[in-house]
């Protein structure tokens, strides 16, 4: 069971609290990349950093932060190049969850889009750990 870093719980140091109280294999977070940072409790790097012990899956979807409004992954406020930089650093090989939330395009449109950018970011990330 994961425990998502959301609503009344987007500060990444509430969440390892609580991590640390529970203390069971089976209880996890899922890491809403977004919501963190979009709240100001923490850049990308200080939630990983305070989150990753416990990370299992995350969320991914990206949005301006002055208007709330949701568009497509890169083309917003949130550095998901960032957090898959991250995850390669801890050879990360868990789930990766998309919102697609309100959007225009349909999913066809959508969801290839998103892949194609964050497979990018991981191809760049990979080959920055080789070289």
């Known amino acids: 069971m994961c425990m998502e870093t959301h609503d009344d719980w987007c500060n990444p140091k509430h969440v390892a609290e609580v991590m ?3 203390n069971h294999p089976a209880i996890a977070v899922n890491w809403d990349v977004m919501h963190p940072v979009r709240m100001g409790f923490a850049t990308m790097d200080q939630a990983f950093e305070v989150l990753k012990p416990w990370i299992r899956h995350l969320h991914v979807h990206d949005g301006l932060r002055r208007t709330g409004r949701l ?11 960032r957090v898959i930089e991250l995850l390669v650093s801890i050879k990360y090989d868990g789930y990766l969850s998309g919102e697609w939330i309100n959007w225009d395009d349909p ?25």
């Open 20 to 22: 640390r109280q529970v």
């Open 71 to 81: 568009v497509p992954i890169g083309k917003g406020d949130y550095d998901h190049r």
């Open 107 to 131: 999913y066809e449109v959508h969801l290839p889009r998103e892949l194609a950018t964050l497979k990018g970011y991981e191809r760049e990330a990979r080959e920055s750990v080789l070289h």
